[in-house]
C-alpha cells in the first residue's frame, strides 16, 4: 500500500523538477512513510514520485519509481497484486525469463506491461490498484484503477499542467494547481454523503472511476476517454442467464471461493490481522483466516459506552470460540469527539458517512500491532445485507396497487406543498414516494439525505448519476439495488472511508469479498441465497453456522455507526450553531442561509430525518473553513499521527452567490 503522485507538461522541466515531485509525495507521506522516490524526464515534462509502505519484499528491490527491464516503461504503483507470484510463472514460461530484482508485485506488474501492455495487463490482475505507468517510446502516460474501486486515483489538469495523485492533498501542493470549488458537486455529496466519481468537490478534477483507465499524451495536453477494461453491468447482465441453483452445494462452492481469496490476502511480510466488529462479514472473513493460520489470528475491535452501538460483547465472544488473539479498547465520546478536526486533513474532500470515526479509531488501534488488516466489506452490497433491500421493493409492490395517473394527481397535490423544500416533511415525501415513475425514482428517494441538496447550495444543478437512471438490463429490483451501490455507494463511501482512515495511519487494508471472481460468482447467485430472510445475507450466515454456534451468527445487524443525534444535541450543539450560523452561511456565499438555518430549527425541534443532513451540511462547513474546532476530548487517538493541518489552498473563498 502506497501513495502515487506526478504531473505532466508539454514544456521541458527545470531544476526544480525533482524537488516539486517529492513536495507531492511528502504531502501524502502517511501512505508510505517507508520509502520515498522521484523520476524525472526533463525533456518529456514527466515527473513521478511514490511514497511507499513496504508490504512484500521489504528490500530496496521494491523501491519504486521502477524501469522496467527494457527500459521502455516507468511505473508508480498503490495496491497489492495478490496473484502476482501466477502472473510471474506465465511470465516465465512465456518469455523465458528466470532473472528478478527480488520478490515484489511491483516488479511484476511492470514486467507484464512490458510483455503483455497495459490492457493485456489489466485483464490478468487480481487485485486492489491504482498506477501511472509512463511509456518512454510513445511519450504517452497512462492511469489505471482496480476493478471495484478499493484504491483511489484523483487527475486532471489546471493552469496547462497535467496532474494526477492518490488523494488531492498531493495535488494542491503543485503550485500550478488554482482551486475552485465545485458547487454541483457539493449538492451531489448533500445527497449522498460523498462526492460520486468521475466527480471531485474541486473543478478540474475527476475521480478515475473502478475498471477504468485512461491514456494522456502530448505533454498533458490530450486526456483520452477513459475506458472500461472489466464491466460490472455485462457481469451483472449475464448472471440472469447464468443463475446458478441454491442448495448445500452452493454454500460448499462459495466457502471454497472465499477461503481461496482470504487466503491471497494473508500474503504478507509484515504483520497481519483483521478487523473483527461481529457482524456476519468480518467474523466469516476470520473464521476463514484462522482456518488457514497455524497460530491465533490477531483481531481488534473497538468498544462503545453506549449499548445501542457497541458490537464488542459479541465479537469478544466470536473471537474467543475461533481462537483469535483478540484485543479490544472502549473509547469514550470524548475520543470520538476528538478526531472530528482531523477529518478533513484525512478525506481531503468533503465526506459525511459519520462512520469514518469509528473506522480511523479502530484502524490506529490496529496500527499499534499490524501493518495490514483485513475487513469484511463489500458483504453488504454483494450479498443484499442492507435492510432498504427489502423494504424499497415492498414499497414498490403496494404503490402497484394503484392507477399510476391517480397517483400522479395524488402526488402534485401533496408535492405542491413541500416543492420549494430540500428535505420535504411527511407530506412532500409521500408525493415523492407516489409520484416515482420507476423503481429506481424510488430507489433514488431511499437513498438521499436530500430530496432536493440543489436548493441548498447556492448556484447548484446537481448532476444526475448515470446509475440513477433506469436500469432495463436487470428486472429484479434486489438486483437494481445491488447494482446501483455495487457502482457508487460501495468505492464512493465504503472504499474510501477505509482507505483514508486507515492510510492516515499507515494501515493496509484487504477485502477479501471484493475479489473481483467472488463478485462474479456472487451475481450468480439466486437472489434466494442473499434475501431469504429478514437480515438478509442468507448463504454468508449459512456458510459462518458452518464455524460459529447459531447464537453467534443471528445477533441484530448493529452497523459501525456513532449517536451523531445526540452528540449535535448534546457535546456538538455550539460548534454545530456556529458553523450553521446566519452570519457565516451569508459571509461564505456556498450554503443557502435560509434554508439551511430551518433545517438546524427543525432538527433542534426533534424533526425526524434531520441528523444525517445536518452532519453532511456539517463536514462540508468543517472543510471549508478548517479553522474551526470541535470541544477538546482526550487527546490520545489524534497524536497517533502527526496529522498535517490542511493546506492553505483550502481557504480560498467562493464567490458569494446568494
Not at 185 to 210: F, T
Not at 323 to 334: F, K, N, R, S
Not at 505 to 530: C, G, I, M, Q, Y
Not at 638 to 654: E, F
Request: proline residues 5%; charged residues 25%; neutral net charge.
Amino acid at each position: 500500500m502506497c501513495g502515487i503522485a506526478g504531473f505532466l507538461q508539454a514544456r521541458q522541466l527545470d531544476d526544480a523538477a525533482v524537488a516539486l515531485a517529492t513536495r507531492m509525495a511528502s504531502a501524502i507521506e502517511h501512505r508510505g512513510p517507508d520509502d520515498c522516490g522521484t523520476w524525472i524526464d526533463g525533456d518529456a515534462g514527466i515527473g513521478l514520485s511514490h511514497r511507499r509502505l513496504a508490504i512484500i519484499d521489504l528490500s530496496s528491490a521494491g523501491h519504486q519509481p521502477m524501469v522496467s527491464r527494457s527500459g521502455r516503461f516507468v511505473l508508480v504503483y498503490n495496491g497489492e497484486i495478490y496473484n502476482f507470484r501466477e502472473l510471474r510463472r506465465d511470465l516465465e514460461r512465456s518469455s523465458g525469463r528466470s532473472e528478478w530484482r527480488g520478490d515484489c508485485d511491483t516488479e511484476v506488474l511492470l514486467a507484464a506491461i512490458d510483455s503483455w501492455g497495459v490492457q493485456a495487463a489489466l485483464a490478468r490482475l487480481n487485485g486492489m490498484f491504482a498506477f501511472a505507468v509512463w511509456d518512454r517510446s510513445s511519450r504517452t502516460l497512462t492511469l489505471a484503477r482496480d476493478r471495484m474501486g478499493e484504491k483511489p486515483l484523483y487527475y486532471g489538469s489546471s493552469n496547462g499542467i497535467f496532474m494526477f495523485a492518490s488523494e488531492l492533498k498531493a495535488i494542491e501542493a503543485h503550485p500550478a494547481f488554482s482551486p475552485s470549488l465545485d458547487r454541483n458537486a457539493l449538492s451531489s455529496m448533500l445527497r449522498y454523503d460523498y462526492v460520486p466519481a468521475p466527480h471531485c468537490i474541486w473543478q478540474g478534477i475527476s475521480k478515475l472511476e473502478p475498471a477504468h483507465y485512461v491514456e494522456i499524451s502530448d505533454g498533458g495536453a490530450r486526456v483520452g476517454t477513459p475506458t472500461a477494461y472489466w464491466n460490472l453491468r455485462g457481469v451483472a447482465a449475464r448472471s440472469a442467464a447464468e443463475r446458478l441453483t441454491d442448495g448445500p452445494d452452493l454454500t460448499s462452492e462459495l466457502e471454497t471461493r472465499l477461503r481461496e481469496a482470504v487466503g491471497l490476502r494473508m500474503v504478507a511480510d509484515v504483520p497481519l490481522g483483521a478487523f473483527l466488529s461481529g457482524g456476519v462479514d468480518s467474523s466469516l472473513i476470520v473464521a476463514m483466516m484462522q482456518a488457514q493460520s497455524n497460530r491465533p489470528v490477531r483481531t481488534f475491535t473497538i468498544g462503545f459506552d453506549v449499548a445501542k452501538f457497541d458490537e464488542a460483547p459479541r465479537a469478544k465472544a466470536i473471537a474467543s470460540h475461533l481462537g483469535t488473539d483478540h484485543t479490544e479498547l472502549y473509547v469514550t465520546a470524548e475520543d470520538a469527539l476528538d478526531v472530528i478536526p482531523h477529518i478533513p486533513a484525512i478525506w481531503d474532500e468533503p465526506f459525511g458517512d459519520s462512520s469514518q470515526i469509528p473506522t480511523y479509531l479502530v484502524s490506529a488501534m490496529a496500527r499499534r500491532d499490524v501493518t495490514v488488516a483485513l475487513s469484511g466489506d463489500g458483504g453488504d452490497e454483494m450479498f443484499g445485507g442492507y435492510a432498504r433491500y427489502k423494504s424499497t421493493p415492498a414499497i414498490w409492490s403496494g404503490l402497484g396497487r394503484y392507477p399510476a395517473a391517480a397517483r400522479r394527481i395524488a402526488a402534485q397535490g401533496m408535492g405542491a406543498i413541500g416543492a420549494k423544500s430540500a428535505t420535504p416533511g411527511s407530506l412532500g415525501r409521500a408525493a415523492i414516494i407516489l409520484g416515482s415513475g420507476t423503481f429506481e425514482d424510488l430507489y433514488q428517494w431511499k437513498i438521499s439525505r436530500a430530496q432536493r441538496p440543489d436548493l441548498l447550495v447556492c448556484g447548484a444543478s446537481e448532476p444526475m448519476l448515470a446509475a440513477a437512471a433506469a436500469i432495463p438490463f436487470l428486472k429484479d429490483a434486489a438486483d437494481k439495488m445491488m447494482y446501483r451501490d455495487q457502482l457508487h455507494h460501495l468505492p464512493d463511501d465504503i472504499m474510501t472511508k477505509v482507505d483514508r482512515a486507515a492510510m492516515a495511519v499507515s494501515l493496509e487494508t484487504r477485502a477479501p469479498l471484493l475479489d473481483h471472481h467472488l463478485v462474479e460468482f456472487a451475481w450468480r447467485l439466486p437472489n434466494s441465497a442473499k434475501l431469504n430472510g429478514g437480515d438478509g445475507k442468507t448463504i454468508l450466515r449459512r456458510l459462518l453456522r458452518r464455524h460459529l454456534p447459531d447464537d453467534l451468527v443471528n445477533g441484530p445487524k448493529m452497523g459501525f455507526s456513532v449517536p451523531v443525534e445526540a452528540w449535535l444535541r448534546g457535546p456538538l450543539r455550539t460548534w454545530a450553531e456556529d458553523l450553521l450560523s446566519e452570519e457565516r452561511l451569508k459571509r461564505q456565499g456556498v450554503l443557502d442561509a435560509k434554508p439551511v438555518r430551518r433545517l438546524w430549527r427543525e432538527f433542534l425541534g426533534g424533526r425526524a430525518r434531520r441528523d444525517r443532513i445536518i452532519w453532511n451540511l456539517l463536514m462540508f462547513q468543517l472543510w471549508f473553513d478548517p479553522g474551526r474546532h470541535t470541544p477538546r476530548g482526550s487527546g490520545r487517538w489524534c497524536r497517533l499521527r502527526d496529522l498535517n493541518p490542511r493546506p492553505s489552498v483550502y481557504k480560498t473563498a467562493a464567490l458569494p452567490l446568494c
